[in-house]
């Protein structure tokens, strides 16, 4: 026996699709009618000097700009073969036409192979010419063309300002070739360098930096490098209006010298110090000779140490001044000692018991 089909769903389903026709079928009457053509542009006239300014600065300099990748060698698990890893980037810049790049010292510190990427996207293998650990810096060299090269222009720091506007180039996040602006927000900052020595002087600017930024340079309007960006201050981790960069001025001493020695020669006096700790402990204010070099220039000098005699420790000179500058701290003396040249003479001012003495010490190389 055949059953009936029952025609409530088919109908159900005729009337939804009458529906959808009476929607439809204006929708496509109406759009075959329209003839719309796209809007007018309207003219943008010129652009503000201020952002030609920003454009020329950022076509001058970009291709002094370069991208830094540090590559590990770790050994795999399944075999003995070496594999590299890259393990960090960065920034840098093009120091001379002789193929020297400079940038920060974290950023190639653990690399077992360093590659450096330039604006025209040609990638060449780097080595380390030396290093300044203790004021982040590093310098790098490449072969390629002189052509190729396209040197930084160089400012100063000395002379900066708290509000002036400053630029910064480099490659955030591996985003090569990016330009953020700011105002410097502060001056004489001080950071910890990865060997734990305060670098002092430093530039604090609310340009947005990012990790992969460092080791890029820092310029003012004129488009000359005035410091070198070295680390953020975040929480999190990312930009939070915070970043600090290394002065130009120390740049400028530093990398000769890195190129030339493959490390910084730093003027000293011939003496050894007591720590920070120490000299706490004793309560004292400046800083405490322990020993001073045979024949050396404190001893020359007439600097005393401390000695033992019988049986109970007599003080050495305690340096509190360096040419009228305060220093409370080893760290504070070094920086003072590090403005001046190797064979400078300069005036200690120096506590003896309850007597303050000025004595004139020459700068000689130290390790």
């Not at 929607?23 to 053509?37: A, Q, R």
């Not at 020329?56 to 590299?84: C, D, G, K, M, Q």
């Not at 000779?289 to 019988?310: H, M, W």
Request: aromatic residues 4%; contains cysteine.
């Amino acid at each position: 026996m055949i059953k009936a089909v029952k025609s409530k769903p088919l109908a159900a389903i005729g009337l939804i699709c009458l529906v959808l026709w009476l929607l439809i079928s204006p929708v496509k009457n109406y759009l075959s009618s329209v003839n719309v053509e796209p809007r007018a542009v309207l003219a943008r006239g010129d652009l503000a000097e201020d952002e030609l300014n920003t454009i020329n600065i950022f076509r001058e300099n970009s291709p002094s700009v370069v991208y830094i990748t540090s590559i590990a060698l770790r050994r795999s698990i399944f075999s003995l073969n070496a594999v590299e890893i890259p393990q960090g980037t960065g920034t840098g810049f093009v120091w001379d036409n002789q193929g020297r790049i400079v940038t920060n010292y974290h950023v190639i510190s653990d690399a077992n192979r360093i590659q450096v990427t330039m604006a025209d996207g040609a990638t060449r293998r780097a080595l380390l010419i030396g290093a300044a650990p203790d004021k982040d810096l590093a310098v790098l060299t490449i072969s390629a063309p002189a052509k190729m090269l396209r040197p930084i222009a160089i400012g100063k720091s000395g002379d900066l300002l708290v509000g002036q506007k400053v630029f910064a180039i480099g490659n955030p996040f591996g985003l090569d070739q990016t330009i953020t602006s700011g105002i410097i927000s502060a001056l004489g900052r001080e950071i910890k360098a990865v060997t734990g020595r305060t670098i002092q002087g430093m530039i604090q600017t609310d340009a947005a930096i990012n990790p992969g930024n460092s080791g890029g340079p820092l310029l003012d309007s004129a488009g000359r490098l005035i410091g070198v960006n070295t680390a953020i201050y975040s929480p999190s981790g990312a930009y939070a209006g915070i970043g600090f960069a290394v002065p130009v001025d120390t740049v400028n001493r530093t990398v000769p010298q890195i190129i030339q020695h493959g490390r910084v020669i730093k003027p000293g006096i011939g003496a050894t110090f007591a720590d920070q700790r120490l000299a706490k402990r004793l309560g004292i204010e400046g800083v405490l000779i322990l020993n001073v070099d045979r024949n050396g220039s404190a001893e020359t000098a007439g600097l005393r140490p401390t000695v033992q005699y019988r049986g109970e420790v007599v003080l050495g000179d305690i340096i509190v001044a360096v040419e009228g500058v305060t220093v409370r701290s080893y760290d504070e003396l070094r920086a003072e000692l590090e403005r001046f040249d190797i064979n400078a003479d300069i005036t200690l001012t120096v506590l003896r018991g309850e007597e303050k003495y000025n004595i004139k010490v020459n700068l000689t190389p130290i390790n």
